[in-house]
Nanobody
Framework: QVQLVESGVGLVQAGGSLRLSCAAS????????MGWYRQAPGKQRELVAT???????NYADSVKGRFTISRNNAKNTVYLQMNSLKPEDTAVYYC??????????????WGQGTQVTVSS
């Protein structure tokens, strides 16, 4: 089992910045992908950004140029630096990890979610 713990709950004004962190713990063998998703009230959960173990990244069009995902493999931690925040970025942000164990079995894990509120 893998546990994901997020930190960085924030209330920030539009144009401000915030950094989220997510640390994985437990019986970790290989975390292939780590990423961030978000869910605004009344909307479906959507991808924000992902990163692979080799450092490749992928971003939603709505956050390109404003958000940066990074990862510390030694600490099994993923970060999301959010700049130039907009009110429409307000959502609960969820950390996600795809883990493979020693037998090659893959599991998908989610954090508990952290609220980000951007005021106009």
């Amino acid at each position: 089992q893998v546990q994901l713990v997020e930190s960085g709950v924030g209330l920030v004004q539009a144009g401000g910045s915030l950094r989220l962190s997510c640390a994985a713990s437990g019986r970790i063998f290989s975390i292939n992908y780590m990423g961030w998703y978000r869910q605004a009230p009344g909307k479906q959960r959507e991808l924000v950004a992902t990163t692979t173990i080799s450092g490749s990244t992928n971003y939603a069009d709505s956050v390109k140029g404003r958000f940066t995902i990074s990862r510390n493999n030694a600490k099994n931690t993923v970060y999301l630096q959010m700049n130039s925040l907009k009110p429409e970025d307000t959502a609960v942000y969820y950390c996600n990890a795809i883990h493979s164990n020693t037998r090659g079995t893959t599991g998908v894990y989610w954090g508990q979610g952290t609220q980000v509120t951007v005021s106009s």
